[in-house]
């Protein structure tokens, strides 16, 4: 596995939070990633979207923080997304079933 610095940015419109991921999603940045979606998961104000674009690997510390944001997202009725999954990203979706509860077209909601 290539050492891709992990690397999160916010990007906040009127109507939602995106955060875009870059690098490795693994054990070793799951705390940048826990930090970064506590600051911002309890917002009902806001959709929230993660952008996995530039996301290169994801293990199962990552699909886990995943779906502990879907569920507080869910819980608190506000809405959740996940955009620009790439190929190789959705196969470990899919093999974990997780895609079927990833929103990925709140676009025109917003």
Do not use: C, W
């Amino acid at each position: 596995m290539s050492s891709e610095r992990f690397q999160i940015n916010l990007e906040e419109s009127e109507k939602s939070i995106q955060l875009i991921i870059h690098g490795e999603l693994d054990l070793a940045a799951a705390q940048a990633f826990r930090q970064a979606l506590e600051a911002v998961v309890h917002r009902e104000d806001k959709a929230l979207i993660l952008n996995v674009k530039h996301l290169r690997y994801i293990d199962s510390t990552g699909i886990g923080i995943v779906v502990s944001t879907l569920k507080i997202r869910d819980e608190i009725k506000a809405p959740f997304a996940v955009r620009d999954i790439q190929p190789g990203i959705r196969k470990l979706f899919d093999l974990t079933g997780i895609t079927g509860f990833l929103n990925e077209g709140i676009e025109g909601t917003l």
